[in-house]
Structures are given as structure tokens and as C-alpha cells.
């Protein structure tokens, strides 16, 4: 089986969110593929069976969980497969276009609602604005920027919330970027994503909510840090950004 590590959102070798592709010629049992992105130790590893025509089915798995959605590893494997694929998936249909550099993928937003969860407890030093909540995520924003690069949350309570992960956001602080976030999963089995596709679903209806524009740029702040173009359409959302591979092999087990 063909195997590629890709660095998703990011131009540049060694930056964005590294996810493992596995291109399989078959279905695969779902405790192998458990056992593979365990091994890889990425944020998500995605598994693409490539025979046949029509949709591919594509699947994700942290190093501890199978999930709905993940965009850093679906934009890995648009990039490996280059050209207009089409997925199925457990969160539905899913396309990705590769061009110039560029892969665009559509996804469902995600819309946020209010909510009432008591964050601060994992928040020390901030500045809580609003919270909400998505399908899956929960969504904290705070004052500024500058307290979301300098977050220190404390994840073991995080991981005890009825949330695959808890995104924290500010407005842009440079004028190339409209919002910056970052995104914490420990109870998924990732402290912190380096760069989140999923979580733009629900960043791209809040932010475009606030500033009043559908096509924005959104920048995740973490070590690796990464890129994320968003534009909003209806009940979707496109998500494009750059991706590098930098191993290609074989698996063998």
C-alpha cells in the first residue's frame, strides 16, 4: 500500500498539519487502520480507497479515535490524488479540486449557537467575549489575538467536556489575516492541532457573521502554524490551502 506524509496548509516543509495518506486498493478493517495512525502518531491519518470508479471512500483516525471530519488530512489526500476527486465520507459527500498550488475543498458549515458552558476554568488570563458551540466543537472567543498566541489552557479539564475539541479565536492582528485561532482536542487524543480544517466550518460562519464578508483569510496560531483561505456559500464552505509532501513509501503490514 502506498503511504505519503503531507504537510496540509502550508507552502513550506516541516509547517502546517502533518497527516499521513494511505491509498488502499481495498476496504481495510477498521482496527488496522486504528493501529496505522496510532503508529503514525499524526493529528488524523486519512485512508482513501482508490479502486474503482465513482466516489472514493475516505476515512480519518487520530492516533486514538475514528472522527466525522478532519480538512488538514482531506486536503492531504486532494493533494496526493491531485486533480477533482470526490469522497464519501461519515460527514457525507466531500470534493476537493487541486490547482495551482492549491487544493479547495467543499465542506457543510457549520453554524454556531450560543451557549452557556463554563470555560474559564480552562482558560486562565483571557478574556472571554462569547462562547458557542457546533456540531462537535466549542467555540470561545476572546479579546484579542494576542491572548490566544499566548494561551496556556488547562487541557485536562478540556478533556473532560462533551466536546471533540475547543477552538479559541480573536479578530486578525495583521492585515493579512481576519481571524487567528487555535484548537485544542485532548479528548481525541491531540493536545493541540497544528492547523484545523473542520474547525473553519464553524470559524467561517462566525467571523464572517461579525465582519460582514464571506471570503476570508484565517490563520491558525500554533507552533507549526498554517494558512486557511475560507469562503461561505449557503450551507457550505470552501476551504483552500497549500500542502507539501515530504515522504512518500510503501506499507507493509
Known amino acids: 500500500m502506498r503511504i505519503s506524509i503531507v504537510d496540509a496548509f502550508t507552502s513550506t516543509p516541516f509547517a502546517g498539519n502533518p497527516a499521513g495518506v494511505v491509498l488502499l486498493d481495498a476496504p481495510a478493517e477498521t482496527a488496522w487502520m486504528q493501529s496505522v495512525a496510532a503508529e503514525l502518531r499524526h493529528s488524523e491519518t486519512a485512508f482513501v480507497e482508490v479502486s ?95 491572548e490566544v498566541r499566548g494561551l496556556k489552557p488547562e487541557l485536562d479539564v478540556v478533556a473532560g467536556w462533551d466536546a471533540r475539541c475547543l477552538i479559541v479565536t480573536a479578530a486578525g492582528d495583521r492585515d493579512d489575516v481576519d481571524f487567528v485561532s487555535r484548537v485544542f482536542g485532548p479528548a481525541v487524543g491531540v493536545p493541540e492541532d497544528p492547523v484545523t480544517g473542520s474547525a473553519h466550518c464553524l470559524l467561517a460562519p462566525h467571523w464572517a457573521g461579525k465582519l460582514g464578508r464571506d471570503e476570508l483569510v484565517g490563520e491558525q496560531a500554533s507552533e507549526r502554524g498554517g494558512i486557511v483561505r475560507v469562503r461561505l456559500d449557503g450551507d457550505r464552505v470552501t476551504l483552500s490551502g497549500q500542502a507539501v509532501t515530504v515522504l512518500s513509501g510503501e506499507l507493509h503490514v
Do not use: N, Y
Not at 89 to 105: I, Q, Y
Not at 106 to 134: C, E, K, N, Q
Open 52 to 146: 474503482g470508479d465513482g466516489p472514493k471512500r475516505l476515512r480519518w483516525f487520530t492516533p486514538t479515535v475514528e472522527v466525522d471530519l478532519c480538512g488538514h488530512a482531506t486536503l492531504a489526500t486532494g493533494h496526493v490524488l491531485g486533480g477533482e476527486q470526490v469522497f464519501t465520507t461519515r460527514s457525507g459527500e466531500l470534493r476537493t479540486r487541486a490547482d495551482g498550488g492549491w487544493v479547495s475543498m467543499d465542506f457543510p458549515h457549520d453554524p454556531p449557537r450560543p451557549a452557556a458552558d463554563d470555560v474559564l476554568g480552562a482558560l486562565p488570563g483571557v478574556t472571554v467575549t462569547s462562547v458557542a458551540r457546533g456540531k462537535w466543537d466549542i467555540l470561545v472567543e476572546v479579546a484579542d489575538a494576542a
